[in-house]
C-alpha cells in the first residue's frame, strides 16, 4: 500500500510574478523584475524566504528561477504549477505523440520530445479520443524539467487549463491528474483556479479530492468568483484544503490583513507573491507566526 501523501504546505513563496502577468501597477511589476534581474538576489531571496517559514516556492518553468537555483548547494522545495500557459495561449495542445520542437528556452531546456510522447504511450486511448488528460499530462512532462528544481513537492495544475476543463465538466480530467501528478511528481496533487466557488462545488459533487485547490482569498473579494459569498460558503468543513493567493487584493491592503482574514475563512495555507512582498523574509516571517 502507498504511504497517503503529506498535507499539502501551509505557507509558500509565490514566483510566478516573476515572468507573468500580476495583478500590480506598472511600477512595481518593473521595481519587482528589477530587484530580481540577478540571480544571485533571487537566490538569496529564496533562502531567506525558507528560514522565514515558507515550506516551498510556487513556480512555473522560467529561465529566471532556474538560473537561481543553479547558484545554490541548498535545494529549495518547488510546488510546481504546470503547464506553462503564457498570456494568448489558447490551449490547443499538440497531440502528443507527435510534439514539435520548442523553441522557448525556459520549457525546451534539457528535455526530449521523443521522451514526453514514450511517457504519453501509457494514456494512449485518452489520447486517441482526444482528452485534454493526455495532451496536459505531455505537455508537464515536457515542460517540469525546465523548473530546474531538485527538490519537487508536488504540482498545481495551472488556472487556464483548471478552468478549461471545469467549464466543459471533464470530472475524468480532475481525477485522473490527480492521480497522475501524485504518481509523476512524487508529492501532493491539486489545482490553480480562478472559480473557487465553482471548483469546490463540482469537486464535491463528483467525489474528487484533489490534495488541495489554490484560488483568491481576500477581504475586499477581489477575484473571488462569481462572489465571496459563494466561494466563503464552499469552503466550509469538511472541504478540500485551500491555500489562499490574491491576498493583498491587487496590492490595496496589508498582506497581514490579507491573510489573517484567509486562514479566519478557513483557508488551509497562504501564498503571497514577490510582487506582494517588499521585505520577503520579515513579511513571511510575520504571518509564519500567526498560525
Avoid at 42 to 48: E, N, R, W, Y
Wanted: hydrophobic share 45%; proline share 9%; aromatic share 6%.
Amino acid at each position: 500500500m502507498k504511504p497517503a501523501p503529506s498535507p499539502p504546505p501551509r505557507l509558500l513563496l509565490g514566483a510566478t510574478s516573476l515572468d507573468l502577468p500580476v495583478f500590480a501597477t506598472r511600477d512595481r511589476a518593473l521595481e519587482v523584475a528589477g530587484r530580481f534581474r540577478e540571480p544571485e538576489s533571487l537566490a538569496v531571496t529564496l533562502i531567506k524566504s525558507l528560514d522565514a517559514g515558507a515550506e516551498a516556492v510556487y513556480a512555473g518553468p522560467s529561465s529566471t528561477l532556474r538560473a537561481a537555483l543553479a547558484e545554490l548547494r541548498r535545494p529549495v522545495p518547488i510546488l510546481a504549477r504546470l503547464p506553462l500557459t503564457p498570456p494568448g495561449d489558447d490551449l490547443h495542445y499538440e497531440h502528443p505523440l507527435l510534439v514539435e520542437p520548442v523553441e522557448d528556452d525556459a520549457v525546451g531546456h534539457g528535455w526530449s520530445d521523443m521522451r514526453a510522447g514514450v511517457t504519453a504511450l501509457g494514456m494512449l486511448p485518452a489520447t486517441l479520443e482526444g482528452n485534454l488528460v493526455a495532451r496536459v499530462a505531455a505537455r508537464c512532462e515536457r515542460q517540469a524539467p525546465a523548473l530546474g528544481a531538485r527538490e519537487l513537492r508536488g504540482v498545481a495544475i495551472a488556472a487556464p487549463v483548471t478552468d478549461l476543463a471545469l467549464a466543459a465538466g471533464q470530472a475524468r480530467f480532475f481525477e485522473r491528474m490527480t492521480k497522475f501528478g501524485r504518481a509523476r511528481f512524487g508529492g501532493v496533487a491539486g489545482f490553480e483556479t480562478h472559480n473557487l466557488a465553482v471548483l469546490l462545488a463540482r469537486l464535491h459533487e463528483w467525489g474528487i479530492e484533489p490534495d488541495f485547490v489554490i484560488g483568491a482569498i481576500n477581504p475586499r473579494g477581489f477575484r473571488m468568483f462569481p462572489d465571496p459569498a459563494s466561494v466563503l460558503a464552499v469552503m466550509k468543513p469538511p472541504s478540500i484544503p485551500v491555500i489562499a493567493t490574491e491576498l493583498r487584493a491587487g496590492g490595496t491592503i496589508p498582506l497581514a490583513s490579507g491573510a489573517r482574514y484567509a486562514r479566519e475563512q478557513g483557508a488551509w495555507g497562504l501564498l503571497p507573491e514577490l510582487v506582494d512582498l517588499d521585505d520577503v523574509a520579515g513579511e513571511l516571517r510575520a504571518i509564519a507566526l500567526e498560525r
